[in-house]
């Protein structure tokens, strides 16, 4: 099975979970939350695979949010269309494995979690 890696060329954590996996010979595919964002659809379906609420996927120091939302009230519909406006808010890496996924950090779940 083909790994899927959500993934942002400009985190340093990101690119050490596809060095790891490229080095291990673990076959993946990369997903570019950048130039290719999440829909709605496809970030409540992520949801579901993670077992997570949209909170817990929200980059809460990242700047952009600290300017624009840090404190704000909104329903998770709501936090949904945030991320897919701003996919850069959204954590990552995130490792799916068919119908399950999980965060790349650290890079010890990410190998606890491709040899399961």
């Known amino acids: 099975?083909?790994?899927k890696v959500l993934h942002n060329?400009?985190?340093s954590k990101s690119k050490a979970v596809l060095e790891y996996l490229d080095e291990n010979g673990v076959a993946f595919e990369i997903i570019d939350l950048i130039e290719d964002p999440l829909s709605v659809l496809e970030?409540?379906?992520l949801l579901k695979k993670l077992d997570h609420n949209v909170h817990e996927i929200i980059r809460k120091t990242d700047r952009l949010f600290l300017e624009?939302?840090?404190g704000k009230e909104l329903s998770d519909d709501e936090w949904i269309e945030?991320?897919?406006k701003n996919p850069s808010l959204i954590q990552r890496p995130i490792i799916i494995k068919g119908s399950v996924a999980m965060l790349g950090r650290p890079i010890e779940n990410v190998k606890f979690?491709?040899?399961?």
């Open 113 to 116: 979690f491709i040899e399961k």
């Open 68 to 70: 624009n939302f840090a």
């Open 1 to 3: 099975m083909i790994l």
């Open 9 to 11: 060329g400009n985190c």
């Open 82 to 84: 945030v991320l897919v």
């Open 43 to 45: 970030i409540k379906t």
